[in-house]
């Protein structure tokens, strides 16, 4: 659990890291329709959520430093306590209790907002807004500059608007303790939920029951929805990186390959595993799978501070280029596929991603145009995989077939921690799994 102490400090950091006489104004997200008067279940913006832990719609924090402030000063525009419309939506938080619930100095009900923003931006020289992001909480910040100018007499103008979003993505980067139990709370759920999923697997099943038993276990485990798309790719559909139909009957001899993840307090598990619907690898699949296999190890093995995710992919890559070779797929040596990149036509994704927050979280690879080396505090994610079409120029025995495995990894100042570890990936632990 993320503390109100936590949040106050990552609000610390921001405001430390922009220039005196800074106001931050970081919006929440907004409901969106889905049709006519329904809409999406909510999703709170990452950002915001990252600063505050509120899960309501339609709010706005406010970070100040100026010079006027003896410290970092807060507050928080928010909906209106309104019983006729909490009897209809859901209960809201409300200004007077938002006051004491988050550190703030100030709250106030969101019908407020433009005489808030005005008074807030007022004799400020910089504002950080995330221009793009949340485009009703855009409208207002731009109109309230607009107010200022209009009137240079009463209002001194801000100077400068940037994008605090650089910040507060470094500050993402890294992990707190308190995050990586959480997101390790996730990865429990979703590796009980992999399991779950290949015990219920049978030829004549459908991709969409598959998705149904991931869904159902990591609701019942407190997860109140997936962190993305469900992937429950069988035969060819594996080859489609990001299928999500998930229509289609699961047939005898099919692989099938499942990409789930829950999302828990807002930070997402993404795992994905491949395994046999009849609950026995053919020569063939297991021979791909195999390869694929090494190639995930062999990336994981390195992985420790001061190693670049493209040194782990290099050897990763070299591992699945020498077995295309030796299956017949690619020609050549394995430096001259290296070189030529023949073999991205089935290894078309990078090696593994940022995770937190957001799925594909958010962070920086390169710096200065260097590789990015991994510290402790990362969290990401090691997927190689291998994808090969039904197409004349794959031998028939491996056609169609598609296997991903990936797992969620911490970098520690030893090395690794693997938080998706309890769900099997070695051949004879998936048939053994499934044969219970």
Known sequence: MITQQ?????????????????????????????????????????YFWYLTGFAEPDSVLLLSNHSRHPSAYRAMVCQAKDEHAEVWHGRRLGAQQALGQFDLDEAYENDQLDTILDEWLDGHSHVFFPLGEEAWAEKQVMESFQRLRNNPRKFLVPQHLSDPRPLLDEMRVFKSAAEIATMKAAAKMTSEAHCRAMQFARPGCYEYQLAAEIHHHIAMAGAHYPAYGTIVGSGENACILHYTENTDLIEDGNLVLIDAGAEYQGYAADITRTFPVSGKFTEAQA?????????????????????????????????????????????????????????????????????????????????????????PGMVLTIEPGLYLPNHETVPEDYRGIGVRIEDNIVITAQGTEILTASVPKSIADIEALMSN
Request: hydrophobic share 35%; aromatic share 6%.
């Open 6 to 46: 936590e949040f106050t400090s990552r609000q610390d950091r921001l405001l430390a890291q922009c220039p005196p006489d800074s106001v931050c104004v970081i919006p929440s997200s907004t409901l969106v329709t889905r049709s006519r008067d329904t809409e999406y279940k909510f999703r709170q913006n990452s």
């Open 287 to 375: 021979k791909v799978y195999q390869i694929v296999l090494k190639a995930q190890e062999a990336a994981i093995d390195l992985l420790k501070p001061g190693v670049t995710l493209t040194q782990a992919n290099e050897a990763s890559s070299k591992i699945l280029i020498a077995g295309l070779i030796e299956l017949g797929i690619l020609n050549g040596t394995v430096e001259e596929n290296l070189e030529n990149q023949a073999y991205r036509a089935f290894y078309m994704h990078g090696l593994g991603h940022f995770l937190g927050l957001d799925v594909h979280d958010v962070g920086v690879y390169k710096i200065d145009g260097e590789d990015r080396p991994l510290k």
